[in-house]
């Protein structure tokens, strides 16, 4: 399976530039964001299958399947870092052109749509449940609507974001020292799931924030980073190796663990952005896989699901093919949800 990894690998290097001297005009620009977000929607989907791979009874034994899990292990949660960071960073730019009309039009622009595409899917994966006859309580399909339940589908972060753009929706609208606001709010929200979630609900949080805050003082970050762009580079890959590196070895996940983790991911966050101010992605499949990244991320699990509850013994003997399956049927998934996407006219 180390074979998948390996083609996301060269699928980044396709079409790369490198700019030895000079650096990148648009590093923050939407196309190359979208690139980015390609390659750590792939690393979703493998994290995703690799559960129902597991379930399967599937033998990891060879060199390649181990090292498949050891870098599943190794990036952890930062797979969702970027785009928590994009998000956020998107809404203060937007916010910073357009005003408060923006933010005006944000619950009905931005929030509702994201929520009730989301039950769309929902929906789907109920029927695929009352199919299965997989269990359910009442409780868990009320709450799966707003994404702190789920029905076999992937709900987290949905609920994560739909909170991330309500708290900066109130913080913009109702606030006039907003990026304070925002973070209190984060920071409240963080301590809140952690006691209530798993760590995962709330250990890469601060990441919206951090968008925020790098729109807010872009000039004079991106101003510093060009001046001392390689010491920036070396000493924040350092501190994140060390403050990550932590959370493997200290691994309680308890309200300390979880701040740490966010400081990892802001970290890492930055040395992203650092890396695109040097790198230029010009790739079109994995600028489709960034467009289309809302459906690959909702419904990447219905096939997944459909075939292991089939036959997990297929799952298991035929690896490779399902893992091949799986993603050409996601793939015609994503191209068709156009088809039935909710759209909110102006």
């Given amino acids: 399976m180390i074979c998948f990894f390996l083609i996301i690998f060269l699928l980044c ?15 923050l620009g939407i196309d190359q964001a979208t690139c980015i ?3 750590f929607i792939l690393f979703v989907f493998f994290r995703h299958i690799l ?3 597991r379930k399967s009874g599937y033998d990891f034994s060879f060199f390649g399947d181990i090292a498949f899990k050891a870098i599943d292990v190794g990036i952890g949660q930062l797979m969702v870092v970027m785009f928590l960071f994009y998000s956020g960073y998107g809404i203060k730019e937007s916010f910073s052109r357009k005003g408060y009309s923006y933010v005006k039009a944000m619950p009905k622009h931005r929030i509702l749509p994201t929520l009730l595409n989301f ?9 695929i449940d009352l199919y299965f006859d997989i269990s359910f309580s009442r409780k868990e399909l009320l709450l799966s609507i707003i994404g702190w339940e789920n029905l076999g589908n992937s709900n987290w972060y949905i ?13 913009f609208y109702f606030s006039k020292h907003h990026l304070a606001t925002l973070s209190i709010g984060i920071i409240l929200s963080i301590i809140l799931l952690a006691y209530l979630k798993p760590s995962w609900w709330s250990n890469t949080l601060l990441s919206f924030a951090g968008g925020v805050f790098f729109s807010e003082y872009k000039a004079k970050i991106v101003d510093f980073l060009k ?4 010491a920036t580079l070396s000493s924040l890959l350092l501190i994140f190796l060390c403050i990550y590196g932590t959370t493997f070895i200290y691994k309680q996940e308890n309200i300390f663990w979880i701040c740490l983790y966010n400081i990892a991911s802001i970290l890492f966050a930055m040395l992203i952005v650092l890396a695109s101010m040097k790198i230029k992605i010009s790739n079109k499949p994995l600028f489709w896989l960034g467009k289309n990244l809302f459906p690959l991320y909702i419904y990447q699990r219905i096939p997944m ?12 003997d035929n690896t490779i093919t399902y893992i091949i399956i799986c993603i050409l049927l996601t793939g015609i998934i994503a191209h068709f949800y156009k088809y039935w996407q909710v759209k909110i006219n102006p």
């Fill in 305 to 316: 699901i459909l075939f292991f509850e089939i036959s997990p013994d297929f799952v298991k």
């Fill in 51 to 53: 559960s129902y791979i």
């Fill in 13 to 27: 290097l396709y079409q790369i530039k490198f700019s030895r001297k000079d650096f990148q005009n648009d590093f």
């Fill in 37 to 39: 977000k390609g390659i």
């Fill in 119 to 127: 039950d769309i899917a929902v929906i789907c994966f109920l029927l």
């Fill in 159 to 171: 609920f994560d974001i739909l909170l991330c753009y309500s708290l900066a929706f109130l913080s």
């Fill in 227 to 230: 001046k001392h762009y390689w």
